[in-house]
């Protein structure tokens, strides 16, 4: 599947392709707590001691984090509300709140490093080189304009193209995201849309910059769970077409077992356990993060349903 259906847009792109991966290297545990499988020059994402401080008590503290990711690679990051996971991948995609601050450390992103004086490196990175999917998939959107006037007109920025063209290239990534009616969705203004179709076009508003790298915070968030449950398999069946890396950050370990092949878990702000999704499930954190992140969301929305499944 190649990343613009369109042949204008194919043409108006050459030469922004990703690069080649490098050769498969050794992992080496003793010097990267989570591993990628090739060397750190190579990756798309490297990560070395972050450490994030947080005035907030909406986002939890992080001490060296380390963690690599490459094309074509996933790594789902998991723990409780108060663990850290959230904040890694906020600092990564230059998203942190007010009250919180990268600390410490190198945030690597295709070669370019993100920590440092201002948040410049990280803003221009972010919707071309950095695909990000918040939690709330409405704080993307300026409510004032249609789905297709804001999609289009960024595309346009990025890579140059005819409004007519910038505008079928959408409804071909609203139709390849699974959004029914797309040319119709499309004219929509985002606060319209069914919670199901928003994440869709959200994803599909991400897809747009065809990302080397795409941070999902919470995926499906507000979604009800065979709805949320949809939208992770969704968004592995992408990473497998299209071979972005692939980072994910959850407090529901189900969700980022759909999504990834690779697990770290964090707890007070540290990686505690990392492996596959087998070897994580295996050693029963798994089965007890599912239940907390359940039970948490209980909590948080009153759901007799999410209360009763953990």
Same mark, same amino acid.
């Given at each position: 599947m190649t990343p613009f259906p369109d042949p204008e847009l194919a043409v108006a792109a050459t030469g922004a392709g990703k690069p080649a991966a490098a050769p498969a290297a050794a992992d080496h545990p003793d010097e990267d707590p989570v591993p990628s499988h090739t060397f750190r020059a190579s990756s798309v994402l490297d990560v070395r001691g972050l450490g994030v401080s947080s005035a907030t008590?909406?986002?939890a503290p992080v001490d060296a984090i380390t963690l690599s990711?490459?094309?074509? %690679?996933s790594l789902g990051l998991v723990g409780?509300?108060?663990a850290g996971a959230i904040s890694v991948a906020l600092a990564? $995609?230059?998203?942190?709140? %007010?009250g919180a601050a990268i600390a410490a450390g190198s945030i690597l992103v295709e070669g370019v490093e993100l920590v440092?004086?201002?948040r410049g490196p990280a803003a221009r990175l972010l919707g071309t080189v950095i695909g990000y999917l918040p939690a709330d998939p409405l704080s993307s959107f300026d409510r004032t304009r249609s789905v297709r006037n804001q999609l289009a007109g960024a595309l346009r920025k990025r890579i140059g193209v005819t409004p007519d063209v910038a505008k079928r290239h959408i409804v071909d990534l609203l139709d390849l995201v699974g959004v029914v009616d797309p040319a $119709?969705?499309?004219r929509q203004y985002p606060q319209d849309l069914d919670p199901v179709v928003l994440h869709r076009v959200v994803l599909a508003a991400v897809l747009s910059g065809d990302p080397a790298l795409v941070i999902a915070v919470s995926p499906g968030a507000g979604l009800e769970p065979d709805a949320r449950a949809?939208?992770?398999t969704l968004l592995r069946d992408l990473w497998h077409a299209k071979e972005f890396a692939l980072l994910v950050a959850s407090t529901d370990f189900e969700i980022v077992a759909e999504t990834c092949d690779r697990v770290a878990v964090v707890e007070a702000g540290r990686i505690a356990l990392q492996g596959s999704v087998a070897e994580i499930r295996d050693a029963r954190y798994g089965v007890k993060s599912a239940r907390s992140a359940r039970s948490a969301a209980s909590i948080a929305s009153a759901s007799s349903g999410l209360a009763s499944a953990g």
């Open positions: 008590t909406t986002l990711v490459s094309h074509g %690679e409780t509300v108060a990564i $995609a230059g998203e942190l709140p %007010e440092g004086p201002g $119709a969705r499309a949809a939208h992770a």
